[in-house]
């Protein structure tokens, strides 16, 4: 079965400074792998996805990560945080052939913007 | 409207009450899901719709739980008999297809006292 561990619980920078979100994945097969956004009582957003087309993956609002294979990570990075950045992160891998649609979430980062 | 509607926004129920929860999917949306996220977790997945058809609940924790889509667009995510444990956000999501990018809603926060 895949799975996503998101290594910080936390992260906190100051505005105008990267942002760096870890992910590692495991699994048996070539994965899709997303980043998704949590806004305080919202529904989550789709940042951005990986499904083997190019490595780096641009996505929305400045972010991209990059999907490593020898190191089973999907790291998120955005060069300069804004304060508007502040919310939840999670990071998804999509489940193998015709259960694509299943979605299997990390426990999620919760960033921190400080002025 | 343009996204995923869901509601109610919040729901207090007593411990045995049933309830139950809507979700409006984007129109022309074929592919529904259903997730419960506990606090201070990521979303689970509950059940997957395509059309009317429930395609999925593998999910689904317990026979309390029931969903239905009878005219493929309008979503009800029913719980019987609720018990504290069922207390969670529930999100609702669509997407064109099963494998295109999932929308999801705002969400209903319900609290079993």
């Given amino acids: 079965a895949q799975s996503v561990t998101q290594l910080d619980s936390h992260v906190s920078v100051s505005e105008g400074t990267p942002v760096l979100l870890r992910c590692n994945y495991s699994s048996s097969y070539s994965p899709s792998l997303f980043w998704y956004v949590q806004h305080p009582n919202k529904g989550l957003q789709l940042l951005l996805k990986y499904t083997s087309a190019a490595t780096l993956v641009k996505g929305i609002n400045g972010f991209e990560a990059e999907f490593k294979k020898s190191e089973t990570s999907f790291h998120l990075t955005k060069p300069s945080a804004h304060m508007s950045d502040a919310a939840e992160y999670f990071c998804v891998v999509s489940a193998r052939g015709g259960s694509n649609y299943k979605l299997t979430f990390g426990k999620g980062t919760l960033l921190t913007v400080n002025p | ?113």
């Fill in chain 2, 1 to 113: 409207g343009a996204g995923v509607s869901q509601s109610p926004r919040y729901k207090v129920a007593k411990r045995g009450q049933d309830v139950a929860l809507r979700c409006d999917p984007i129109s022309g949306h074929v592919s529904l899901f259903w997730y419960q996220q506990a606090l201070g977790q990521g979303p689970e997945f509950l059940t997957y719709f395509q059309n009317e058809a429930q395609l999925d609940k593998s999910g689904l924790p317990s026979d309390r739980f029931f969903a239905e889509r009878p005219e493929g667009s309008v979503s009800t995510l029913k719980i019987q008999r609720t018990q504290q444990e069922d207390s969670a956000v529930y999100l609702c999501a669509s997407s064109l297809e099963r494998n295109q990018p999932q929308h999801f809603g705002d969400g209903t926060r319900l609290s079993i006292l």
